[in-house]
């Protein structure tokens, strides 16, 4: 079967860094999406991870180890904007996406 | 302005009743979707269309139907609303004509319940 896991909720402090894991287990892969979603607010696309490795963009970076099938987000100088939900997404031989439920985030002063 | 928009912002449907949430885009974008999404799980992909003229079912699609007359437009139909529809419905769609670039937009959704 499809499987996506990610942690329900975390806590993190202003101005440090959190890493939220995602583990995923789909029919082929096509890549690794992670998407923020705010209290009542549709998801945003944040990145997409098809190769190995890690990608930064700003304040957030991306991981992915196809082999482990294993991704991370990394989000430094945390924000209070920051706080919200945060979407790991696999996507399948058929070009769907398979959703995790959503890591919660809640950022602390 | 350039995005996805989403009829109505939210609904109070008596049970068996019929209901169309209306999704338009104007970025010119070959795929829609159609998701609903509970608390304590993911998205869940009730129906989709690659291209205009084409749907596809999804992990749920039973009691919701779709059509795609053209590019722009993507209707969900609920023909005999039941409780366990009660959801926030989001749309999504995506250029899936380009190598890579697969990423899906999201409307601002609907919030739905069934009484």
């Known amino acids: 079967g499809q499987n996506i896991d990610q942690p329900t909720e975390m806590t993190a402090t202003e101005g440090a860094i959190v890493q939220i894991n995602c583990t995923y287990q789909t029919s082929g892969f096509n890549g690794l999406f992670w998407y923020q979603q705010h209290a009542g607010e549709a998801p945003t696309f944040l990145s997409y991870n098809v190769l190995d490795g890690l990608e930064e963009k700003g304040r957030f970076s991306s991981f992915l180890s196809r082999s482990k099938g294993y991704s991370y987000l990394l989000l430094k100088e945390l924000q209070m904007k920051d706080s919200a939900s945060y979407l790991c997404a696999s996507m399948d031989s058929n070009y769907q996406l398979i959703w995790g439920a959503g890591t919660k985030l809640i950022i602390k002063p | 302005i350039a995005g996805i928009t989403q009829a109505p912002t939210s609904q109070i449907l008596a049970a068996g009743r019929r209901m169309t949430l209306r999704c338009t885009q104007d970025m010119r974008h070959n795929a829609m979707y159609w998701y609903r999404q509970d608390l304590g799980l993911g998205l869940r992909l009730i129906h989709y269309?690659?291209?205009?003229?084409?749907?596809g079912k999804g992990e749920v699609p039973d009691g919701y139907s779709v059509s795609r007359a053209n590019t722009d437009d993507f209707p969900l139909t609920l023909a005999s609303a039941v409780p366990s529809q009660t959801s926030v419905y989001f749309c999504?769609?995506?250029?899936?004509?380009?190598?890579?670039?697969?990423?899906?937009?999201f409307g601002p959704g609907t919030r739905l319940t069934v009484l």
């Open positions: 269309s690659n291209t205009a003229g084409t749907t």
């Open positions: 999504a769609s995506s250029d899936s004509s380009l190598a890579g670039a697969d990423t899906q937009y």
